[in-house]
């Protein structure tokens, strides 16, 4: 079992206090990384707060995490940064998914509403009734994908909200 999939079994456990001390960040490649700040508030000897940078690599089609914490630069467990981040980033995605599926809604709801009666100019190219409902059944297929993608991290969110007020 990979770190990657060990750190995925435990995301329900990641708390909305831990979430709330990741930072996204992309670095010059343009490939996103974590800060996170760590559990205590702690500062270092220069008066900053003390933050771990948690990377994601994948290698061979196996995603490895890191995380500059002590626990992760000996690879000795998974620590809740790794987790912290994962979820994170999760529900960055989910909130790009859903920003998706808002704007491709909105172009659905243009397209149906658009007068029948409206002429075409002659340098725009019409698309055949054929061409138009195979982009609107590519369109629903694309839609139930991302509905099932922001109802699965919505189960993850209620996972970790009911293990936050059982810590509590």
């Not at 490649?29 to 948690?54: F, M, Q």
């Not at 995490?65 to 002590?70: D, G, H, P």
């Amino acid at each position: 079992m990979t770190q990657a999939t060990i750190v995925e079994k435990h995301l329900a456990t990641v708390t909305n206090g831990q979430l709330n001390k990741c930072t996204r960040l992309i670095d010059n490649r343009g490939v996103a990384y974590y800060k996170v700040a760590n559990s205590k508030g702690a500062l270092g000897h220069d008066g900053n707060l003390i933050e771990y940078t948690v990377t994601a690599s994948r290698h061979g089609g196996i995603w490895y995490i890191a995380c500059t914490c002590k626990s992760g630069k000996s690879n000795s467990g998974i620590c809740w940064h790794k987790k912290a981040s994962v979820a994170h980033g999760q529900e960055f995605k989910a909130a790009q998914l859903q920003k998706q599926l808002n704007e491709m809604t909105e172009l659905q709801l243009a397209a149906s509403t658009v007068a029948p009666a409206m002429v075409a100019p002659a340098h725009i190219e019409l698309v055949s009734k054929a061409e138009l409902a195979r982009q609107r059944k590519q369109a629903d297929a694309y839609s139930r994908h991302v509905h099932a993608g922001l109802d699965a991290i919505a189960d993850m969110k209620a996972m970790r909200a009911a293990m936050t007020r059982k810590a509590s």
